[in-house]
């Protein structure tokens, strides 16, 4: 893996990918698919068979040690402690004022050891936050990112395929649990998570060289099921299409989990946590803004940065939009005063000074059927 | 990737195609396969004046927007009404049924590239 601050460090699947033609960005500081061939055809594979990415880039930071629950609870908005071993949970890492640093998934591998997963963008930060909340505890915070490489398969053909290259029982891995298995005959942390809407599995490979071995043979084993590997730009517009925030837009550490209408994942119960006097009182608050799903009437895409109306008066502000390849329409997501009444009214996005006419819709704007 | 020697190309990804003093304009391989899934395409109205290097249009892909340029001056005559419902024409045949504009020129069009000097500059964008 390169190491040079000015070059974009690439991750073990990295000769995968440029031989597979991928077009590469820098996504973080990585040099990251953003599609292979057409990122429409990825994210109708991911709806309708199965897609395979290359997560490398986020980052794995280890709790471990005889109060590593007592930190994890201290140092993150849920009630880490109480999650039993072998189960993940969706949890946000914030600042003292409550503002988000992170969302992240936790896994809970034994009882006195946890996996958390950071945005790569974070991966940095939530290292040295964790380790400065642990201080005092006997607990040790390790960031492994660069010990790892993580696969995603996720599809409603993903479990097929990965079935027979897997010592695991699927269908006893129940959505948000990850234990420890073999893929491809390489020891892993098998997960049922994904970020896409879609039934699926992440792969956590340590060590990171392993990555090519179990790459190549789903790639064979998905070859006649319709499995592609898939770019970013197709992540992008799953989890969008499935309503699912995006670090850096929906979420920041300006707003609270309360503003991105994730209050429920603050575990106010507990006991005294970073944060928890802040978000106690933005908890007892009237919410100052809500998240709200648009669908254009039109076929211009919706975009980030672009402004709500409503019956032309401005409302707010874009947060994430794209052609929806589900909906066949531009969808986005915005940030409005809560109170706004969006029953009526018209509705519309300002696309560089053009009023495109939306719906407001519910979120998310996909959910598969289960 | 082949570019088509008959036509005559810009450094903005254009191609021109003049025939009978009707230029038709579309958008380079290089073009779409620099921008992604194509799905909204924006062309000047027929009878539209346009001059060289006008932004007359928009391309935009999942990812981004771009402007389209006129490579010619004179009168739009025809556009390419069927991207309106299939954009993803320009992806998947840009130098023929993917055309986007016909102009009836009003000067002949200067400083046009040739196929191999626009592949050489495109090389050096890689």
Redesign the interface.
Known sequence: MSESPDEPRTTVLHDVHESAGATLVDFAGWLMPLRYGSETAEHKAVREAAGLFDLSHMGEIRVSGPQAAAVMDHAFVGFLSKVKIGRARYTMLTGTDGGVLDDLIVYRLGEDEYLAVANAANADVVASVLAERAEGFDARVEDESSQYSLIAIQGPRAAEILAPLTDADLGEIRYYAGYEHTVAGVPVLLARTGYTGEDGFEIFVKPAEHATDIWSALMEQGADRGLVPAGLSARDTLRLEAGMPLYGQELSPELTPYDAGLGRLVKLEKDEFVGRHALEEASRNTRPRRLIGLASRGRRPLRKDQQVLRDGEPVGTLTSGAPSPTLGRPIAMAYVDSELDTATGVFTVDVRGRGEAVDVVELPFYQRDT | MSVPTELGYTAKHEWVLVKDGVATVGITSFAT?AL??I??V?VPEVGTEVTLDDPVGEV?S??S?SDIYSPVKGEVVEINESL?DS??TI?SAPYGDGWLFRVRISEDPTGLLSAEEYTKLTEGEE
Request: hydrophobic share 20%; net charge negative.
């Open positions: 396969e992604g899934d799905v909204f924006e935009e999942t990812k927007v309106e954009p993803e992806n």
